[in-house]
């Protein structure tokens, strides 16, 4: 059985993950992520839905973040560095064909502006979002096929079906030369699936969607930052126990 102390890497979500339910940062999860990086340097990534420059923002003022994943896969990169997946004319495409044909029941976010690849869209007051999915489906799969739309739990997406957080995540694995077994991925929403079936240990925290927590190794007992908070006492206490019994060894040896 692999320990959590294999893992090298902590792939992480940001809304409903890190968050508190009100959608604003749980300080006391970004403590954690700090202790993590600090105590036993994992390598952090942030995977989020949302803008690339957002989630830079976010990762200057954390600090100590070790590469980002926007735009549910999209976007991926470090300050000056920005990889792109997908073909940004599909994403474009949809976005005008969901303005045009779903203006009454959708909104644009704000974030397009900055998007590359996936654009989002809010549901207007009054309207059920599993209705403004349903008909965003069917618009795509009606006139833009090579086009999907998924839903984060903050906004409706569109984007070219192909980009997932799980093929940027495959991608940074390659770079750093990680194997499955040393990564760990947290997440909360149906956009998570894909990152959370490539990572060797998976974690869904107790808010999460039922897609995320069927595809997730490990459910957490608490919501949202708490989630988080409760995984990574479980991750420091394997590595103390393992430096524990390193350190034994080595005082038995000499």
């Known amino acids: 059985m692999i320990s959590l102390s294999e893992i090298k890497c902590i792939v992480i979500d940001v809304d409903g993950t890190i968050t508190s339910k009100d959608n604003t940062l749980d300080l006391n999860a970004i403590e954690m992520l700090r202790k993590l ?3 036993i340097g994992l390598k952090v990534i942030l995977a989020s839905g949302n803008a690339y420059p957002v989630l830079m923002g976010l990762a200057r003022y954390i600090g100590g973040i070790d590469y980002v994943i926007a735009e549910n ?8 560095e920005i990889e792109v997946i997908g073909d940004k004319k599909i994403g474009e495409k949809a976005r005008e064909i969901i303005k045009r044909e779903l203006g009454d029941i959708l909104i644009e976010s704000w974030q397009c502006m900055y998007r590359l690849v996936d ?5 207007k007051h009054g309207i059920e979002w599993e209705y403004a999915y349903k008909k965003t489906m069917e618009v795509l799969s009606r006139m833009i096929p090579e086009a999907k739309a998924v839903f984060s739990g903050v906004a409706i997406h569109v984007s070219d079906r192909r980009v997932n957080k799980g093929v940027a995540l495959k991608r940074v694995m ?7 077994e040393n990564v760990m991925a947290i997440g909360d929403s149906d ?5 959370l079936m490539e990572a060797g240990f998976s974690v869904a925290v107790a808010n999460a969607s039922e897609n995320a927590k069927k595809v ?4 957490t007992r608490k919501p949202y930052g708490e989630g988080f908070i409760e995984i990574s006492e479980k991750i420091l206490e394997e590595f103390k126990t393992r430096r524990r019994i390193v350190n034994q060894t080595l005082h038995n040896d000499s």
């Not at 976007?75 to 000056?80: A, E, F, K, P, S």
């Not at 390659?174 to 499955?180: G, S, T, Y």
């Open 174 to 180: 390659e770079k750093w030369n990680l194997k499955r």
């Open 119 to 123: 654009f989002s869209f809010k549901v």
């Open 73 to 80: 896969g999209g976007v991926m990169g470090l300050n000056g």
């Open 191 to 195: 956009v998570d699936v894909e990152m």
């Open 37 to 39: 990086k600090r105590d």
């Open 216 to 219: 997730a190794k490990i459910i």
